[in-house]
């Protein structure tokens, strides 16, 4: 059953700010399990994308590398993760910090 989306004083969860993120943390989101049809690390780049800042995003692209993982992984349809960040209005600065890393898209 789908439940709509709560805002503002119906949320459980405090939004937490300037919270300190260690390395570890980081490496935590390596872990992911991704869902049918979904490449391991396109889930884990869209798990850290979801989840972090762009100072952490940063932080994270260089111990996602160290750690073996392709930037550029596809999807069935061919896309690379950067191609689904062009589709966002406010990701830009995600999408350089990739390019920056190496990442190219599947599809223009």
């Not at 709560?6 to 300190?20: H, L, S, V």
């Not at 993120?21 to 994308?49: G, I, M, Q, T």
């Not at 993760?81 to 406010?90: I, M, Q, S, T």
Request: glycine share 6%; aromatic share 10%; hydrophobic share 35%.
């Amino acid at each position: 059953m789908k439940t709509e989306k709560k805002r503002g004083i119906e949320r459980t969860q405090i939004a937490t700010r300037n919270e300190e993120w260690s390395d570890e943390r980081l490496k935590s989101f390596l872990n992911s399990e991704p869902p049918l049809d979904v490449a391991s690390d396109y889930n884990v780049l869209l798990k850290a994308y979801r989840g972090m800042t762009e100072e952490l995003f940063t932080r994270f692209i260089p111990i996602f590398q160290r750690a073996g993982r392709n930037l550029n992984c596809r999807l069935p349809d061919g896309s690379t993760f950067l191609d689904l960040l062009y589709e966002h209005r406010k990701s830009a600065t995600y999408a350089q910090i990739l390019e920056s890393a190496g990442a190219v898209r599947g599809r223009m």
